[in-house]
């Protein structure tokens, strides 16, 4: 939680998107459905990846140390890379998602969602790896997890 504390210490939320972005939000809202928003900003996030390149990464440290100098950059927040047995946890804190309102938390991290599969396609991640989200009890935080899509179908 240290870390949280630091970053925001360190930034200062703009404010001079927020009505914008939720009257944005309100509107996409009525418009379409929230699979559909949520598809659409994975589409937006991997457009953001593609302008923003992380390089070539020889271990997860050097990819965690990419995403952070892009995010820094932004004021985007901050990453963590976990690798446990069956899984790649990707653990970004203090995105400024919130700013879309209170009803687009739905669909807000398709964005973060669509970034990340495309930096680990680019890196060479298989396409039977599957990002997704996981619920977590940390407001500030999301967590998607890379795994084996047909592991999951094996039960």
């Known amino acids: 939680m240290s870390a949280i504390v630091s970053y925001f210490a ?8 927020r009505d ?7 509107e ?7 699979a559909q928003l949520r598809e659409l900003m994975a589409r937006v996030g991997e457009r953001f990846a593609a302008n923003h390149a992380v390089g070539e990464c020889d271990s997860l440290d050097a990819f965690a140390a990419a995403l952070n100098a892009i995010w820094r950059e932004l004021d985007w927040g901050f990453v963590d890379l976990v690798e446990t047995d069956d899984h790649l946890a990707i653990h970004h804190f203090c995105a400024p998602l919130a700013a879309f309102g209170p009803n687009s938390q739905a669909w807000t991290p398709g964005f973060l969602e669509g970034a990340y599969q495309y930096w680990l396609r680019e890196l060479g991640a ?7 989200q996981v619920a977590v009890d ?5 967590e998607f997890r890379l ?5 999951d179908h094996r039960s």
């Open 10 to 17: 360190e930034q200062q939320p703009s404010t001079q998107w």
């Open 20 to 26: 914008f972005l939720s009257a944005l939000a309100q």
């Open 28 to 34: 996409f809202e009525a418009q379409l459905d929230a």
């Open 126 to 132: 298989s396409s039977v790896l599957a990002l997704t």
């Open 138 to 142: 940390n407001p500030l935080a999301l």
């Open 147 to 151: 795994a084996n899509e047909e592991a």
